[in-house]
């Protein structure tokens, strides 16, 4: 009877684990306005109000018009949208902002509105790490959130085993190193020696906007600028802490499953 009552139950729920990226991506929460977009076509001369407001010193003001924003210093608290008398940065609500460089993810600069999306890793590359991909997590300082967020990919609505892409317990066994984090000095040898256990060849991934920047602990002499004061970083996911879909699609793209597609993301209900 038991047997049964499940058997009943699983065919009434049927699959749990979303079809992205073959169909679309479920809706960022309300609480979560996607990446951002800067128009400085759109600023006012010598207006710097959003980079007063934020937290973070990601916003620079040019020499004469317009800001630059570093989504890898960004924490997304959407002050700058609020208190942009223009409208020239907007939230997108794209949860696609992964990046294969620095600069790809710095909005304003040669006219560029949005991330340069990361591209794939090379085919010599993909074709050696197959259909597979082993990583180890290195927290190296990390707050617990980016790290719950990754673990979230490894439950059934996200199942990011279908894409043979796994979390290992030895760098030894790895392809690469997840890590979250600005890399507090306790944590720099611990990284340096992870990442040299790893087998050539092998890539680097910065999680969460701690990872790719320092950020918000930048200037105090007890932590490091990122994973990339240590390593190599292949791809960088910004967001503090980044959605799983965010994750998600860094880790699709860096592997070449994903086109630079132009996206629209799901229409929300008006706010109350
Ligand atoms: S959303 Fe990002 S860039 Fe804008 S104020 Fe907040 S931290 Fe700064």
């Known amino acids: 009877m038991f047997v049964l009552d499940t058997l009943t139950h699983r065919l009434k729920r049927g699959c749990e684990t979303m079809d992205y990226p073959k169909g679309a991506p479920a809706a960022l929460p309300d609480r979560h306005g996607g990446s951002l977009r800067v128009e400085s076509s759109k600023c006012a001369e010598r207006c710097s109000e959003c980079a007063g407001v934020c937290p973070t010193q990601a916003i620079m003001p040019r020499a004469q018009k317009g800001v630059t924003l570093d989504l890898g210093r960004c924490i997304f608290c959407a ?10 940065i907007t939230q997108t609500g794209d949860h696609r902002m992964a990046a294969r460089t620095r600069a790809d993810l710095v909005l304003g600069e040669e006219g560029r509105e949005e991330v340069r999306l990361a ?34 990919l490894g439950t059934i609505g996200w199942d990011i085993g279908r894409f043979g892409i796994q979390f290992v317990a030895s760098p030894r066994h790895a392809d690469g190193l997840v890590i979250t984090g600005p890399v507090s000095r306790g944590m720099e040898l611990a990284l340096k020696k992870t990442w040299d256990a790893v087998p050539d060849p092998k890539i680097a991934i910065a999680v969460g906007s701690s990872a790719v920047s320092g950020v ?9 600028a990122g994973a990339s004061s240590v390593v190599p970083v292949d791809l960088y996911i910004p967001g503090w802490p980044p959605h799983p879909l965010t994750i998600l699609d860094g880790l699709l793209r860096l592997l070449g499953r994903l086109g630079n597609d132009r996206f629209t993301p799901p229409a929300r209900p008006p706010a109350a």
């Open 119 to 152: 591209p794939a890793l090379d085919a010599k590359l993909r074709s050696l790490l197959g259909r597979s991909l082993k990583l180890r997590v290195v927290s190296a300082g990390g707050c617990g959130a980016e790290e719950a967020d990754l673990n979230v």
């Open 79 to 88: 002050a700058c949208v609020e208190a942009c008398p223009e409208g020239a």
């Open 216 to 224: 918000p602990f930048t200037g105090n002499p007890e932590v490091l």
